[in-house]
């Protein structure tokens, strides 16, 4: 494990691990991952895998300011001098900016944090976070949809988001999808 991922690991074990038991869990199979995918990125990979260490770490109690974990995370990696584009994937993951609208934050989370787009590092990031239950075993991207509609229920800010942003997120599974298994077939 390189010097990033493991001081990722460390820093989300240090903020989730003990009061947020299930959300390190999650994060750890977000890990898992992104470590089984990483090869496919090249030299990106190790950004990955420490994205997916830290894309959660706005939900730690301390850390929660706006109760809006994407945004929360970023601006806490950035005031700690972890990189702009980490801080970004973790700012936009999972088609984040939809649900800021939402919630108002989209400003905020737009003017401090870029996105990448439709880079392939930010769908990997996008993949592994919606390929990985709460608890931590992977799933298909449909279920996990489905297990968040279920826990949020109708009527909430997260479940008109995952309803809103249902056809990116599949898309960018379906991308990571595709672009392993041709980075991974032998030639």
Same mark, same amino acid.
């Given at each position: 494990m390189?010097?990033?991922v493991?001081?990722?690991?460390?820093?989300a074990?240090?903020?989730?691990?003990?009061?947020?038991?299930?959300?390190?869990?999650?994060?750890?199979?977000?890990?898992?991952q992104?470590?089984?995918v990483?090869?496919?990125?090249?030299?990106?990979?190790?950004?990955?895998?420490?994205?997916?260490?830290?894309?959660?770490i706005?939900?730690?109690?301390?850390?929660?300011?706006?109760?809006?974990?994407?945004?929360?995370?970023a601006?806490?990696?950035h005031?700690?001098?972890?990189?702009?584009?980490?801080?970004?994937?973790?700012?936009h993951? #999972?088609?984040?900016?939809? &649900?800021? @609208?939402? +919630?108002? %934050?989209? =400003?905020?989370?737009?003017?401090?944090?870029?996105?990448?787009?439709?880079?392939?590092?930010?769908d990997?990031l996008?993949?592994?976070?919606?390929?990985?239950?709460?608890?931590?075993?992977?799933?298909?991207v449909?279920?996990?949809?489905?297990e968040?509609?279920?826990?949020?229920?109708?009527?909430?800010?997260?479940?008109?988001?995952?309803?809103?942003?249902?056809?990116?997120?599949l898309? #960018?599974?379906?991308?990571? &999808?595709? @672009?392993? +298994?041709? %980075?991974? =077939?032998?030639?």
């Amino acid at each position: 494990m390189s010097g990033l991922v493991s001081d990722a690991r460390e820093l989300a074990q240090k903020y989730l691990g003990k009061e947020l038991p299930r959300r390190w869990r999650h994060v750890a199979g977000v890990a898992r991952q992104g470590a089984r995918v990483a090869p496919a990125f090249g030299v990106e990979g190790e950004l990955l895998e420490a994205a997916c260490w830290l894309h959660d770490i706005g939900y730690a109690p301390p850390l929660a300011t706006t109760r809006f974990h994407p945004l929360d995370g970023a601006e806490f990696l950035h005031a700690t001098g972890w990189s702009d584009r980490l801080c970004g994937l973790v700012a936009h993951h #999972s088609c984040a900016i939809r &649900e800021a @609208r939402i +919630r108002g %934050l989209d =400003q905020d989370l737009l003017g401090r944090f870029p996105d990448e787009g439709l880079s392939p590092l930010r769908d990997a990031l996008w993949y592994c976070d919606m390929t990985t239950s709460p608890d931590g075993d992977e799933v298909t991207v449909e279920q996990r949809l489905s297990e968040i509609l279920a826990r949020y229920g109708k009527g909430s800010v997260v479940f008109e988001f995952i309803e809103e942003a249902r056809a990116d997120l599949l898309a #960018s599974v379906i991308r990571t &999808e595709s @672009r392993v +298994r041709n %980075l991974t =077939q032998p030639m």
